[in-house]
């Protein structure tokens, strides 16, 4: 038969080592609080030993701060007092500070980027409102030969087009890899070939048969920005895209557009 264990179960404490914790005195007590404040003393946000106070178990407390005393004053911070007349200077410098406008900026000839394009030129003066506006911004480009062109080609009955009318089915306007608006990416740009005209109007200096006259035409609407091609297409049948381009308005802008 098994012996039945004796003694305590391991890591207990023995009877007299409990009768030496229960008897632990005050002062041992105290010692650990002491120990406890210069901790506090050492990693405390402004809360010194002094500061300390003992309740009727002995257990330490905060005393409170006495009004008025440099320990609240360095507890409280720099000063900060306000300064009314402060908030009166700001608001007036807000309100004497000019607002921005919310109206878009009127555009201008200026805005426009180097050797702009006739569609860039024409698509800009017709968002402007005012037909004395029209007339001053389109008046800067009379000495532009392909702006002279496109505008001839449009309102002047003396060009004459000799193209068949319409284009072939399935055909696509524009140079299919180029981004729409980036004409300088284009094969062509209307700036280069606007001269081309010349075999497609009646009387023109460069003739060609009806057969390779459309060659031309539709290789030339390959090759070219989609909006230019067809803005060129647009008035190769005296039309135009641009409804505050009207022949009033450019011919006041300088432009002869009238046979006389």
């Not at 003694?7 to 002491?34: H, Y």
């Not at 609240?72 to 309100?95: C, F, M, N, W, Y």
């Amino acid at each position: 038969m098994a012996k039945r264990g004796r003694g305590r179960p391991k890591g207990s404490l023995n009877k007299k080592t409990l009768e030496k914790q229960k008897a632990k005195t005050i002062d041992d007590q105290m010692v650990e609080v002491n120990e406890m404040i210069e901790q506090l003393d050492e990693g405390s946000n402004g809360i010194k030993e002094e500061d300390f106070g003992y309740d009727g178990n002995g257990s330490p407390v905060i005393e409170p701060i006495e009004k008025g005393s440099i320990k609240e004053k360095i507890l409280a911070g720099p000063d900060t007092e306000h300064d009314e007349s402060d908030d009166l200077e700001q608001a007036k410098r807000v309100a004497e500070k000019p607002k921005k406008s919310s109206a878009p900026k009127k555009w201008t000839a200026d805005t426009l980027p180097r050797n702009p394009s006739v569609v860039e030129i024409l698509k800009g003066v017709n968002s402007l409102r005012g037909k004395k506006d029209q007339i001053a911004q389109l008046s800067q480009f009379t000495g532009r030969a392909d702006v002279v062109y496109c505008l001839k080609a449009a309102f002047d009955d003396r060009v004459v087009f000799t193209l068949p009318e319409g284009l072939p089915d399935n055909f696509v306007i524009g140079d299919p890899d180029t981004p729409a608006g980036a004409m300088d990416m284009a094969p062509e740009r209307l700036i280069r070939v606007y001269k081309r005209m010349q075999y497609w109007v009646e009387g023109g200096r460069s003739q060609a048969k009806p057969a390779k006259r459309e060659e031309i035409f539709l290789d030339t609407l390959r090759s070219l920005e989609k909006s230019e091609a067809e803005f060129l297409n647009e008035i190769r049948q005296k039309k135009m895209p641009f409804k505050n381009i009207t022949k009033e308005v450019c011919e006041e802008a300088g432009f002869d557009l009238t046979p006389k």
